[in-house]
């Protein structure tokens, strides 16, 4: 940990413990007291940077008004949630991921010129017990399966640690095929936040009770609307087992999200009113909205949104939810103005594959390196991932971000100049074909999103910065 010592990591500790502590003992009363100890702490070195201060010091603005959306959602925490598995994570993201951890890939990408990512994804398997429509993994038969050893994720986690990332995501397949490996990571790892995109059913009570007991594992239940709308993509049944996962864990005061995929089919479900309060009412504390990708063999085109549905989306969460629900909304198309862009290739992010090609992206099935045949260090400075840092951002309008959904002609400029390959286990894609496949959602949404961004603040201060210096990406720099 060098740009850290253990004594001043340890100091950051005690201190967010104890305001944890404090605000769960009386929110109210304590709110003050805990914003004087952390800008004192500040003040005293240099454990957190101006920008991060800067937030907590919004933050602490929002708090204080018990009508504000952010303190709705931490009244929400602190009535529904583990004490101790809270402190859990504030240690783990605030202190380990977002301070040391960002202090280590900073010293890192200064001295090796290549991006080291907040957080891995990562498929511990293939395997899945549903086979939903438009999923990559419903093709794979068994003789195409393949997992991650428990020793080989572990090294992943151990070398990523040493780069500075605490956060790991797991997804597949269903990566709770693997439960109890996950759990053995956890263990092994308490110094780590862990999530896993799961579609719930085979999360159980002993299940949960392992949760409770390790305090660092937070699942995203994947759910695209009401029964008809979950099951008619997942299978019958899906919906009343996700549902009853969700019960399980509130009941043992766990936290948990969901993880949102809109298509053409299921939009209007997805953004219904009724729908955003059944989520509130199960006790859903944050949401991972995706939006559809014709990825793999026979996915339908079909399921692609609408440009008019993407800037509904867009509304949604911008305009009601963010203001109105007491829950945590992250549009990982949408947002791009809050990430300068794509977060993929190790940018902010990366993905690991069940048979360890590393990709830069969940949805970009192509690579030019294997973690089992490199580091995870050379695996950040391979010819592909370098090709991901000196195009982004692929483009100026930041709800433009995606190389393959949104800008057609670069993840194949990508590719072929880099030699990367197809790593789908049954059918391997040729990139232009699968171009093809988004070209004309592409063509639609730059035609809808260019007022959204030209209208929105930084679509104006990104205008006038590339007026004043000729660089269209000058606002990301600013």
């Known amino acids: 940990m060098p740009a850290f010592t ?36 500040a003040g005293s070195g240099d454990s957190i940077n101006d920008a991060q201060l800067r937030l907590f010091n919004m933050v602490m603005g929002y708090m204080k008004d018990p009508t504000n959306n952010w303190r709705r959602l931490v009244d929400n925490i602190i009535n529904n949630v583990d004490k101790d598995v809270v402190k859990t994570f504030v240690h783990n993201f605030f202190v380990n991921s977002v301070t040391i951890g960002g202090a280590r890939q900073r010293e890192v990408n200064d001295t090796e010129g290549c991006n080291c990512p907040w957080a891995i994804l990562m498929d511990p398997t293939t395997r899945c017990n549903l086979h939903c429509n438009g999923c990559w993994a419903a093709n794979y038969t068994n003789a195409n399966h ?17 780069l500075g990332t605490y956060i790991y995501l797991f997804t597949g397949g269903e990566p709770m095929v693997r439960k109890n490996d996950l759990i053995r990571l956890c263990e092994k790892h308490p110094d780590c936040f862990f999530s896993a995109f799961t579609n719930g059913t ?16 937070m699942p995203a239940f994947s759910i695209e609307g009401f029964e008809e709308a979950t099951d008619s993509r997942r299978g019958k049944g899906t919906f009343e087992r996700v549902t009853h996962a969700m019960d399980i864990l509130r009941e043992r005061k766990l936290p948990f999200g969901a993880s949102m995929c809109y298509t053409s089919a299921n939009y209007d479900s997805i953004t219904s009113d009724e729908y955003i309060q059944f989520l509130v009412d199960k006790g859903v504390l944050f949401a991972w909205i995706f ?10 085109v079909e399921l692609l949104a609408t440009a008019e549905q993407r800037a509904g989306m867009y509304d949604k969460v911008r305009k009601n939810w963010r203001n109105n629900v007491p829950i945590f909304f992250a549009d990982f198309w949408n947002d791009g103005e809050y990430t300068g862009g794509c977060i993929a290739g190790a940018r902010r992010y990366m993905h690991i594959n069940a048979a360890g090609d590393v990709e830069p992206c969940a949805f970009i099935h192509y690579s030019d390196s294997n ?23 692929f483009n100026s309008n930041m709800l433009r971000p995606c190389p393959l959904l949104d800008n057609p002609g670069m993840l194949s400029e990508m590719v072929h100049e880099t030699g990367a390959k197809s790593t789908d286990y049954v059918h391997p894609e040729d990139v232009d074909e699968l171009e093809s496949k988004t070209q004309a959602a592409a063509a639609a949404w730059a035609e809808k999103s260019a007022p959204i961004w030209a209208a929105s603040p930084k679509g104006r201060l990104s205008d006038r910065l590339a007026k004043e210096t000729g660089d269209p990406n000058a606002w990301v720099k600013y």
């Open 6 to 41: 253990s004594i001043k990591a340890k100091a950051i500790g005690i201190a967010v413990d104890q305001g944890v502590n404090m605000l769960y003992d009386d929110f109210d009363g304590n709110l003050p007291k805990v914003e004087s100890l952390i800008n004192k702490f």
């Open 146 to 162: 393949k997992d991650l050893t428990f020793e080989e994720l572990d090294s992943i986690i151990t070398q990523g640690k040493d």
């Open 202 to 217: 085979l999360v159980d009570e002993k299940f949960a009770d392992e949760m409770l007991r390790v305090k660092n594992f």
């Open 291 to 300: 939006t559809y990708m014709p990825v793999g063999l026979g996915a339908p």
């Open 371 to 393: 973690i089992l045949e490199k580091t995870l260090l050379e695996c950040y400075k391979s010819p592909l991932f370098k090709s991901y840092q000196a195009h982004q951002p």
